[in-house]
């Protein structure tokens, strides 16, 4: 079964600290997103990678960072957590947009809190 | 820029019924995908339907189908004979040559 695995289910990080948020696909997708959900507000892009060392900005890239050394691979950086930032936070991935009929596979999301 | 807008937030439907969800979306493209998910509990997304803009025809999928107007910017999803597994999140979204763009959502809750 095709997967996109994020690190962590639920993570508790204090405000300041520095946080990693990992996502890594097995479906050799070129694409990958990060995407944060919170309520009422629906889903919004943070960042996105077309391509290994290629980044991206979204809608709302303030505050964080992303890295993509590797093709199944792709983190998201919160440099400095604040408690703003307190979310569930998911990862998905795709084939290019060439074959735009394709969704998104989706992680089952980290639940990140910022105390 | 593309938007997506999901004007229920929440929607309640006896079981065995019929609900349908609303979206509509504004682009100035004309090639572009139209999709439905759902996010139950588990909080795994779930690809549920799809609908190709060029095509006419309304995507079906078992008890799920859409009514695409392509006109009035408009993607409702119909889900037939409602199973206590309906219950979830449901949200629009929209691909052009642009990342997928998510309406807010609606709660669907079905009524035993």
């Known amino acids: 079964d095709v997967k996109v695995t994020q690190s962590s289910r639920y993570l508790v990080k204090r405000t300041g600290e520095k946080v990693f948020l990992e996502c890594v696909q097995d479906?050799?997708?070129?694409?990958m997103f990060w995407y944060r959900q919170d309520p009422g507000l629906g889903l919004r892009l943070i960042y996105f990678?077309?391509?290994?060392?290629?980044?991206e900005k979204g809608d709302i890239p303030e505050g964080y960072s992303v890295s993509r050394e590797k093709k199944e691979r792709f983190s998201l950086i919160l440099e400095s957590a604040s408690t703003n930032q307190t979310s569930m936070y998911l990862c998905?991935?795709?084939?290019?947009?060439?074959?735009?009929?394709?969704?998104?596979?989706f992680g089952s999301g980290t639940r990140l809190t910022v105390v | 820029a593309q938007t997506v807008t999901q004007s229920q937030p929440e929607m309640s439907v006896q079981e065995a019924e019929t609900v349908t969800l609303s979206c509509t979306y504004d682009t100035s493209e004309s090639d572009y995908y139209l999709f439905w998910y759902k996010q139950p509990p588990s909080r795994q997304m779930i690809l549920v339907i799809r609908q190709e803009a060029y095509k006419q025809q309304n995507a079906t999928e078992n008890r799920f189908s859409v009514n695409f107007q392509k006109a009035a910017k408009s993607f409702s999803l119909k889900i037939s004979d409602s199973q206590l597994g309906d219950a979830a999140m449901y949200f629009c979204?929209?691909?052009?040559?642009?990342?997928?763009?998510f309406g807010k959502g609606t709660r669907l809750s079905v009524i035993a």
């Open positions: 990678s077309y391509d290994v060392k290629m980044k």
């Open positions: 979204a929209y691909r052009g040559n642009t990342p997928l763009v």
């Open positions: 998905a991935s795709s084939f290019p947009t060439r074959q735009v009929r394709d969704g998104y596979t």
């Open positions: 479906m050799d997708h070129e694409n």
